[in-house]
């Protein structure tokens, strides 16, 4: 899909930081406001902008949460390819992600639920037991640094001098 | 010991810079939005950090050549030849420098002789001044104004030639105006010396941060490389300041004075730094300089963003088309710079600093860096709004 240089800079502004208002996007790419808002609501109808979630870092509040990342072999079927096994995946609400891989295993997901019981029961009953499922292989996460670019231990300062020439 | 009579009478002559004086007052301001800084907000990307450990690793802790190592001269010849069409041969034209900063010292050191007078643009950098009067010179303020684009004009340069002008320093995109010259402003200049035994210091150290046209170097100009010492470096492109990694650019007869001078008083540059410069350089080359795109897109974001807040409230503000600075004129509000900035830090916590810290012709004027946060220009703009509407 080509894009115009107003909607690319409206996605490079908006991944970096989505409560911009389209009002300041417009002065920073030197567009008229509402050119903006028409980019971004069209933007949206090509689902090119999917959503708008802030980025938590759930493990330093209280919430109980288990993450996993889980290989999976599947059989591809006919016409369908790995599509159809994918949405019968994806539409799990304890599925985050899921991309279709080169290499040793076809499908890797993101997992989550609320507790390591939960998550052992969704790969246990629900993932492994799906038709065309071949295999699993699941991976718990210990603990994040990154997460989309950005670090999540610490806050970085600005360690420049408060003034320099 | 009577200091004052002993020290060098040089030495203190030279007035205490305006930046220091200021730097000292926001110091106490722990918590101020700091606009201050003539330095790139992004750290230095990580393969050339890991450049320098890996060279580290290595072992490469000795000297290199006076000159700096052959394979990085060969990468900002590279470089030089790629981005701006310039051509230097890396065995003796190119003088690896601690800092473009060096370079302003070692050119004008191999050119001075005692009374020379080299011109030098008003409102610019605060390293100009001092060092041509440390390298026995006589530093003779170009006055420039919005009006013009804070460019060096051919009348104004003619005005201002003697028969003692030994130089001119060129230092566009401008710090802190934010002012650049583009083929045909260095044109009128070239016409103006072609002839004449002036030669130009220019400091290019800003070349990649343009907004309008891409950046032309003067030693591009048809027979200006003669005469031209050029100045560059990895700080602002690369976001490198803190590694003080500079190259100068001669023909080889003076860089061959001003490599004299370099091997006396520094040797040469540090190792680690020299080895993260090729870095960013060579990975600059393979990627089309898209880690430098990507800042210069950035600041360019955020330069319309603090232009147009500036005019909004109606200061008037000449549009900058390089650097990271913009330097809007307070005279509406009647206070002098010195004042406005103390003011405006006291009562709403925004560091910016005084025009005057940068020349005579800098008074009347303010320097604001957007080498920071989107969300800090856009609270500064606030405080600074509510600061002279409090001053009607």
Known sequence: MTLSSLEMGILDILSGDSRIPYAQIAV???????????????LEEKAVLVGYPALIDWDKTAREQVQAVIEVKVTPQRDMGFDAIAERIYRFEEVKAVYLMSGAYDLMLEVQADSMKRLAGFVAQRLATIEHVLSTATHFVLKKYKLNGLVLEKKPEDERLVVSP | MDYQK?????VQEIPPSGIRKFFDIVSEMKDALSLSVGEPDFTTPWNVCEAAIYSLERGQTHYSSNWGTISLRREIARYLSARYALEYDPEDEIIAT????????????????PGDEVLVPDPSFVAYMPCVRLAGGVAVPVKTGAEDGFKITPGQLRAAITPRTKALILPYPNNPTGGVMERADLEAVA?????????????????????????????????MRERTVLLNGFSKAFAMTGWRMGYLCAPRELAAMACKIHQYTIMCAPMQAQAAAEEALVSGFETGYAQVEGMRRIYDQRRRLLFKGLNDMGLDCFEPLGAFYLFPSIRSTGLPSEVFCEKLLREEKVAIVPGNAFGAAGEGHVRICYAVATEVIVEALKRIDRFIKSLK
Not at chain 2, 98 to 113: H, K, P, Q
Request: hydrophobic residues 55%; without cysteine.
């Open chain 2, 98 to 113: 601690v800092g473009a900063s060096e370079g302003i010292d070692l050119a004008l050191r191999a050119l001075l002789n």
């Open chain 2, 6 to 10: 002993l020290l060098s009478r040089t």
């Open chain 2, 191 to 223: 016409a103006v010396l072609r002839g004449s035994g002036i030669f130009v210091i220019a400091d290019e150290i800003y070349s990649e941060l343009t907004y309008g046209q891409g950046h032309v170097s003067f030693a591009a100009i048809e027979g």
């Open chain 1, 28 to 42: 920073m790419l030197g567009a008229e406001e509402a050119a903006v808002a028409a980019a971004a609501a069209a």
